[in-house]
C-alpha cells in the first residue's frame, strides 16, 4: 500500500489537507525539470487516432511531452510509436506533419529505419562499418507500451505503468462519452483533417486543471453567451439537456482522472439542438434517441469537459475534441487539438461541426480565447518572488464530497460532487493535483498503483 | 566522374553502376533522396549478390548507365 | 471585353483598389469594427486554412482543405459580426484590454477585373498582409502572410465577398485570432 501521508508534493507544495497548492509548482523551473521525469516518462500520454493512420506506411508526427514521436503503421499492418530522433547522432528522422512512407530516413548520414522501427539502411556499411555495427540494436526508439482504446491511441515510456484500461479505471465509461459515436454504437469516429496546433505563454497545469472541472470560471466565458455561437443560434452550446439534467462532478482519486458529467431524470424526452439546421437537428435527435435505447439507464449520463491524468483533455458533447497541452518549458505550453465527427454522417453534418467547433475552441475559438487570456495572466502574475510566497486556494466545497452516490437508481463510481445546486466545486481540480503530487513524490509504479 | 545524381528522380528500371564494380536496376524508390532499392544485375567482386535486392546508398552509385524507357 | 484593359485603366483600378484595402486597414486599426463590418459583402467567405509541413512532391497536401478539414476560421457574415459583437461586450477578456493593432497591406495585384478593368464590378486581388499586434504590456505577435480576395461592386461601393488568408505559419505562433485579417 502507497504511502501518501507526506513528502516534497503530497501534502507539502500540494496541501490538500488544507486546500492550497504553491504556486511554484506551475513557475518552478526546477520543478518543472523533475515533472519531465516524474510525470511525462511514466503516464500514459495521448498520441492520436487510428483515422489519422489507415494504412501501411501512413504516419503523423506527434508529440509526448518535450518530445517529438512518430506515429505509424508498418507493412503488416501494426502501429508504433517512436522517438523522432535518430539513434546515430539525434537529428530528427521526420520533420514532415504527415504522409506515407516505405522508410524514415535520416538526412544527417543517411541511416534508414523502416516502419517498424528497425534499422535498414547504413551507408558504408561494409565499407566503414565492416558489418560490425548491430543494426538490430539501432532501430527507433519505441515506446514501452502502447494500446489502442476505441480508435485513440496511447503510449507510455514506462513498461511498468499499468496497461492503459487499468490505468483508466472506472474512469472509462466517461472516457467513452467522446469515443462512441452519437449513436452510443462503436461506430468509427475520424479526425476532422488537420490538427490545430498552437503555443500559450503559461505552464501546462492552467489548463490541465480547467478541463479537470473548473466549473467556476462561467464568468469569463459571458460574452461568447452573450454574442451566441452555439449550434441553435444561442450562447454557446445547447443548453435544454443540461438544464433538465442534475450536474455532477466524477473524480477517481486513485487515478487522476476527473469529469464533469450531466444526469437526466429517466424518461425524459430528447432536448432539441443544432436548431441553426434541420438536417443537423434530425440527425442528432435520431443518434440521441438510438443511444439511450441502447444504453439503457446509462444513456442518461451526458459527457462535460474532463481531463485524463496528466494532459490530455476531453470535450465530449459540445463541441467533441480532445486536446493534449504538452509541456513547453515551465512558461509555455504547446496545444494540439483534434477534432471528432461519426465518420459515417453525411456532409452535412460534418460540415455544420466543423464550423461550430473551430468557432468554439481554438485559437480562433470565442471560448477558448478568454480561459488562454486567464492562463497567460495568472501564470505570468506568479512569477515573481513575493508571489510564489502565496499559495492559490482550491477549498472551494471541501467535505462535500460523496462516494457510493446513487441517483435515481444510477450508482455512480468515484468520488461524486454534487454541483446541481452547489453550483460549483474544486474537488476535480484537487483531485487532479493530489494525483499529480503523487507522480512526483512516488519512485515508481509501485507506489502510484496502490488499488493492486 | 558522372555529374551528382539527384537519386529522388530514380524510377523503376533504372540501371546504375555502383561501387565494388556492380550493377543494379531500381526496383523501387523511396523518394528520401537517399537511397533506392536495387537488384543487383552484375557483381563481378562478389557473385553471390547478382539477382539480390538491397538497398542502395546515394554515394554508392557511380553512374546513371540507363533510363528506364516507359 | 468591349473595352481594351489599358495600363491606365490598370494603373486607376490597382490604385482605387489599394486605397480600398487601406481604409480597411485603417478601420480595423482604429477599432471602428462595426464600420469594418459594413465593408463586408453579406455572402462573404473569411477563411484561414492550417498548413502543413509536407514531402517535396506532396504540396497540393500543404494546405487543409475548403470546406473539408480544420482551418483557423472559416466565417460568413453572422461569425464575423458575432466575434465583432464579442470584442464590443467590453467583457470579453482576450480582448479587454483591446490590442494595439497595425495592418500593413501591400504588394496588391489585380489577377482579374470583370466585365472589364475600366468598369470592373468585380476584382480578384493578391495581397500581402504583415499584421502587427501589440497586447497588455509586452505580448507581441507579427502574424505575416498572403491574402486572396474578391471584392465586388455593390451600389458604387467596394465590398470584400471572399477572403482567403494564408498565414505563414504551421504551429500558430500567437495564443489567440481576436483580430481581423
Known sequence: MATKTKGRFVNGLVDMKAGKISREIFVNEEIYAEEQEQVFTRAWLFIGHESQVPKPGDYFVSGMGEESVILCRDREGALHVFLNSCRHRGMKVCRYDEGNTPVFTCPYHGWSYATDGKLVGVPFFKDAYHEKLDKSKWGLVEVAQMEVYKGSIWATWDPAAPPFTEYLGDFKMFFDLSLEAWNGTDEPLEVIGGVQKWLIPCNWKFPAENFSGDSYHNISHRSVDMVGIGPSGTGRRDTQERADSRRLQVSFPDRGHQTGIYVLPGGSPTAASYQQSPEVADYFREAEEKRRAIKGEWGRVTGSPGEIFPNTALHPRQPRSIAVWHPRGAHQTEVWRWYLVDAGAPYAVKDFLRQYYIRYSGPGGLTEQDDMENWNYAHSASRGTIARRHPYSYEQGMGSEQTNFELDGLKIPGTVMDLTEAKSSEQNLRNFYKRWAEFMDAPSWDELADWR | MAEVVNVRLLKAGDKLQVSHGATVVVVSNPLDGVWIFARYLASPEDPSLEGTEDMIFAQDIIEVLEISGD | ?181
Open chain 3, 1 to 181: 471585353m468591349a473595352v481594351s484593359e489599358s495600363r491606365i485603366d490598370h494603373l486607376l483600378l490597382k490604385d482605387e483598389i489599394e486605397q480600398f484595402l487601406y481604409q480597411e486597414a485603417e478601420l480595423l486599426d482604429e477599432r471602428q469594427f462595426e464600420e469594418w463590418l459594413d465593408l463586408l459583402a453579406e455572402d462573404i467567405r473569411y477563411w484561414m486554412p492550417m498548413r502543413r509541413n509536407v514531402k517535396f512532391g506532396e504540396l497540393d497536401r500543404e494546405f487543409t482543405r475548403e470546406g473539408q478539414d480544420i482551418s483557423w476560421f472559416d466565417e460568413g457574415k453572422d461569425t464575423l459580426v458575432r466575434r465583432v459583437n464579442q470584442i464590443l461586450t467590453g467583457v470579453h477578456w482576450a480582448e479587454e484590454p483591446l490590442s494595439r493593432i497595425c495592418h500593413s497591406v501591400s504588394n496588391v495585384q489585380i489577377l482579374k477585373a470583370t466585365p472589364s478593368m475600366s468598369q470592373p464590378t468585380e476584382v480578384t486581388v493578391k495581397c500581402r498582409f504583415l499584421i502587427y499586434r501589440n497586447r497588455v504590456q509586452t505580448e507581441t505577435d507579427f502574424l505575416v502572410g498572403k491574402r486572396e480576395e474578391v471584392l465586388r461592386s455593390v451600389n458604387g461601393q467596394w465590398k470584400i465577398a471572399q477572403r482567403k488568408i494564408i498565414l505563414d505559419q504551421n504551429v500558430l505562433l500567437a495564443k489567440n485570432l481576436t483580430f481581423f485579417f
